[in-house]
């Protein structure tokens, strides 16, 4: 599933990446090419954006550990290699374990031809009933996707 507002893979967000994230066995991968239009210095991709993809796929190995939507609680993403524009990328993350309140999430960001270019982890918590609501209306389902309606509440 996407939504249709999210800067990672919203549909109908035109300044995002419009991404789209797959389950592979009990990882969540997303693979992307990186525009130059997230550089942060000339010809390097902004820290920021790649802490945002990877929060992108620590959430959904979350939602898949739990079964429901989450919220990032705190992460960390440590900057290995500077990441160049027109990079094909796969962004990966599978939950650690932990519980019902929190679990534990651990991502990379692997280029093409192998490089290791980011690395992060983080706590993540169930998303309360009343603050999903707003969910329902920005989620957008496809044909293919995982049907992830009733962990939403949808």
Do not use: K
């Not at 992460?75 to 990441?83: A, D, K, Y």
């Not at 679990?103 to 270019?117: H, I, N, R, S």
């Not at 706590?123 to 009343?130: G, K």
Request: glycine fraction near 14%; proline fraction near 5%.
């Amino acid at each position: 599933p996407w939504s249709r507002s999210c800067f990672v893979c919203g549909e109908a967000n035109e300044d995002g990446l419009r991404a789209r994230s797959y389950q592979v066995g009990e990882a969540v991968e997303l693979p992307f090419t990186t525009e130059e239009r997230f550089a942060g210095w000339a010809g390097v991709i902004h820290g920021g954006l790649v802490a945002t993809v990877l929060d992108e796929v620590m959430t959904w190995a979350a939602i898949l550990d739990l079964q429901r939507p989450c919220y990032a609680a705190e992460f960390t993403v440590r900057l290995l290699s500077p990441l160049g524009p027109g990079t094909a990328c796969v962004a990966r993350a599978r939950a650690q374990g932990g519980g019902r309140r929190l679990v534990q999430t651990q991502a990379e960001l692997q280029g093409g031809d192998g490089t290791l270019y980011a690395r992060g982890g983080g706590r993540y918590m169930p998303v309360p009933p009343d603050a999903a609501r707003h969910l329902r209306e920005d989620f957008v389902h496809g044909e293919g996707c995982l049907d992830v309606r009733e962990w939403f509440g949808l």
